[in-house]
C-alpha cells in the first residue's frame, strides 16, 4: 500500500515540476518572441498568436495538474460510486 502512495506521489511531484518547467519556458519564448518582434520594426504584433497558442496549453496544464482532476481517488470515493451503481454489499 506505501508503494502504491510512494508512485502516486512521485507522479505528482513530476507533473508539478513539468508544469513549473512549462510556465519557464513560456517566459522565455515570450521575451524572444517580443525582442525578435521589436528588433524587426515593431509593426503588427505577431507574437501574440504564438503566445496565446502556448497559453491555452499552459492553462490546459495547469488544470490538469492543480485541478479538481489531478487529486488521487480515494477508497472511499471508489466504495461511494460502487453504491451508487447498486453494488452494494449483499450481506
Same mark, same amino acid.
Given at each position: 500500500m506505501t508503494d502504491d502512495i510512494r508512485e502516486v506521489?512521485?507522479?505528482?511531484?513530476?507533473a508539478r515540476r $513539468? @508544469? %513549473?518547467?512549462?510556465i519557464l519556458v513560456f517566459v522565455i519564448? #515570450?521575451?524572444?518572441?517580443?525582442?525578435? %518582434?521589436?528588433l524587426s520594426g515593431m509593426g503588427y504584433f505577431w507574437p501574440m %498568436?504564438?503566445? @496565446?497558442? @502556448? *497559453?491555452? *496549453? #499552459?492553462v490546459f496544464s495547469a488544470l490538469s495538474t @492543480?485541478?479538481?482532476?489531478s487529486r488521487p481517488i480515494s477508497e472511499q470515493h471508489i466504495d461511494d460510486e460502487v453504491r451508487k451503481l447498486g453494488g452494494?454489499?449483499? $450481506?
Open positions: 506521489a512521485r507522479k505528482r511531484i513530476k $513539468d @508544469f %513549473w518547467y512549462m519564448l #515570450t521575451a524572444l518572441f517580443v525582442v525578435v %518582434w521589436a %498568436w504564438p503566445l @496565446f497558442g @502556448f *497559453a491555452i *496549453a #499552459t @492543480f485541478g479538481p482532476g452494494g454489499s449483499q $450481506d
